[in-house]
């Protein structure tokens, strides 16, 4: 495994299971599937609604606490009454501290969310502090009102859309992008591109794993989602190879400024904001 020292000094693994999408059975299945084979961390969300699940996979799992790092995000109807959520959020998991919490959208009221994970940072509840999905202005509107800097920001990133300005932005602060649809939202016109075939052949990997080492060569944090033993496995199987310079050069011109979500803020305030969602009653 490789980490990212955070600006913190927090050393984050640069590989994670994700469980977007997953039900709590599923979620359960493929973390505690995740778990026993060597993953380091696990990403949830409040509003996957499978946080009770991902709780009972790492108890039934054995593996210490301190080995796993647990990452969920605050839903945006939750940021006014943040330590009441934060508290909900340890509980439906299991666990007295989370590695790190994400604020989950940019939209609602983000400013009084962030204090309350800054209030979690200070009493001890949360390691890292993390943005997700939030544009840089609206970035900026933190970073002028925080005590503490952020160590993480989750956006969407692949060979398609690398998000090369982010990052030039991100160095400066010393934060890491943790990267959601790594592989293009399962995109076959992307995976079967045919330089990542070529790679495949001559590194013996899947196209998959060779999108996954360009990530993390490029010092990017990944979480791909997966169900089956099969795809757990492999999206952990990336650091016994190496990809050249050149080789990185070449993915890197696939960059089509294109991305698979694209929701204007104003569209994810009105859709957002009306979820009527009781994270407590997920199974």
Same mark, same amino acid.
């Given at each position: 495994? @490789?980490?990212?020292t955070? %600006?913190?000094?927090?050393k984050m693994?640069?590989?994670?299971? !994700?469980?977007?999408?997953?039900?709590?059975?599923?979620?359960? %299945?493929?973390?505690?599937e995740?778990?026993q084979? !060597?993953?380091?961390?696990?990403?949830?969300?409040?509003?996957? #609604?499978n946080? &009770? !699940?991902?709780?009972?996979?790492i108890?039934?799992?054995? /593996?210490?606490?301190?080995?796993i790092?647990?990452?969920?995000?605050?839903?945006c109807?939750? =940021? +006014?009454?943040?330590?009441?959520?934060?508290?909900?959020t340890?509980?439906?998991?299991?666990?007295?501290?989370?590695?790190l919490?994400?604020?989950?959208?940019?939209?609602?009221?983000?400013? +009084?969310?962030?204090? *309350?994970l800054?209030? *979690?940072?200070?009493?001890?509840?949360?390691?890292? $502090?993390?943005?997700s999905?939030?544009p840089?202005?609206? #970035?900026e509107?933190?970073?002028?009102?925080?005590?503490? /800097?952020?160590?993480? /920001?989750? /956006?969407?990133?692949?060979? =398609?859309?690398?998000q090369?300005?982010?990052?030039?932005?991100?160095?400066?602060?010393?934060?890491?992008?943790m990267?959601? =649809?790594p592989?293009?939202?399962?995109?076959?016109g992307?995976?079967?591109? +045919?330089?990542?075939?070529?790679?495949?052949?001559?590194?013996?990997?899947?196209n *998959?794993?060779?999108?996954?080492?360009?990530?993390?060569?490029a010092?990017? $944090?990944?979480?791909?989602?997966?169900?089956?033993?099969?795809?757990? +496995? @492999?999206?952990?199987?990336?650091?016994?190879?190496?990809?050249?310079?050149?080789? #990185?050069?070449?993915?890197?011109?696939?960059? &089509?400024?294109?991305?698979?979500y %694209? #929701?204007?803020i104003?569209?994810?305030?009105r *859709?957002?904001? !009306?979820?009527?969602?009781?994270f407590n009653?997920?199974?």
């Amino acid at each position: 495994m @490789q980490y990212f020292t955070l %600006n913190n000094g927090l050393k984050m693994p640069m590989v994670g299971l !994700g469980t977007f999408m997953q039900s709590p059975e599923e979620a359960e %299945n493929s973390v505690l599937e995740a778990l026993q084979c !060597g993953y380091p961390m696990i990403d949830t969300a409040n509003a996957y #609604m499978n946080e &009770r !699940g991902v709780g009972r996979a790492i108890k039934r799992s054995g /593996v210490k606490r301190e080995d796993i790092f647990l990452v969920t995000k605050l839903w945006c109807t939750e =940021y +006014e009454n943040g330590d009441k959520a934060i508290d909900d959020t340890l509980a439906r998991l299991g666990t007295d501290y989370l590695d790190l919490l994400f604020l989950h959208q940019p939209v609602g009221n983000f400013l +009084e969310g962030y204090r *309350a994970l800054e209030r *979690a940072y200070k009493a001890g509840k949360i390691k890292a $502090i993390g943005l997700s999905n939030f544009p840089l202005d609206r #970035m900026e509107l933190i970073l002028n009102s925080c005590s503490i /800097v952020p160590q993480v /920001v989750q /956006v969407e990133a692949h060979p =398609y859309y690398p998000q090369g300005e982010l990052k030039i932005f991100l160095e400066k602060l010393k934060m890491a992008l943790m990267a959601w =649809y790594p592989l293009g939202h399962g995109d076959r016109g992307l995976i079967e591109q +045919e330089i990542f075939t070529d790679f495949a052949k001559k590194y013996n990997k899947t196209n *998959a794993q060779i999108i996954l080492r360009w990530h993390i060569q490029a010092g990017n $944090i990944v979480i791909p989602g997966a169900k089956s033993k099969a795809h757990i +496995e @492999q999206n952990l199987d990336l650091f016994d190879f190496e990809l050249s310079e050149e080789e #990185m050069g070449e993915i890197e011109r696939l960059n &089509r400024n294109t991305r698979y979500y %694209n #929701m204007a803020i104003e569209d994810q305030e009105r *859709a957002f904001m !009306g979820w009527d969602l009781d994270f407590n009653e997920q199974p």
